[in-house]
């Protein structure tokens, strides 16, 4: 599935947070750009109601990548 996200450009139809979350999880390998960059799309991102219910998972998600 990443694959066909990526083949596909999806990302391109997305908001900017919700891509910059994708290129945290999927591609990021500094713990320290992980920490900054995924809090600071949170905070954006969870600003819309909507998004808020996903909150708790995507933090634990990045959490367990700065590991």
């Known amino acids: 599935m990443i ?18 979350l994708f290129n945290l999880i999927e591609n990021e390998e ?3 750009v992980i920490s900054k960059k995924g809090k600071a799309s ?3 991102l969870c600003k819309n ?5 996903y909150q708790p998972f995507i933090q634990k998600t990045l959490s367990v990548r700065i590991l």
Request: glycine fraction near 0%; aromatic fraction near 10%; hydrophobic fraction near 35%.
């Open 42 to 44: 949170m905070d954006k």
């Open 30 to 32: 500094s713990p320290f």
């Open 3 to 20: 694959h066909y996200i990526n083949i596909e450009n999806i990302n391109a139809n997305t908001t900017d947070e919700i891509s910059v």
């Open 49 to 53: 109601p909507e998004f808020v219910k």
